[in-house]
């Protein structure tokens, strides 16, 4: 990965399914929240 020219060492961690359903079935209502909100906001 390259950032400003320089080159950096990204190491991932593998995540089990499972977990990563559930951390994505908790941010998505968050997210799904923001975006209305914004959308509120622009009809303004």
């Not at 593998?14 to 929240?33: N, W, Y």
């Amino acid at each position: 990965m390259m950032i400003k020219e320089y080159k950096v060492r990204v190491q991932y961690q593998h995540v089990k399914e499972i977990e990563k359903k559930t951390k994505r079935e908790a941010v998505a209502p968050v997210i799904l929240q923001e975006l209305k909100r914004m959308r509120e906001k622009n009809k303004l």
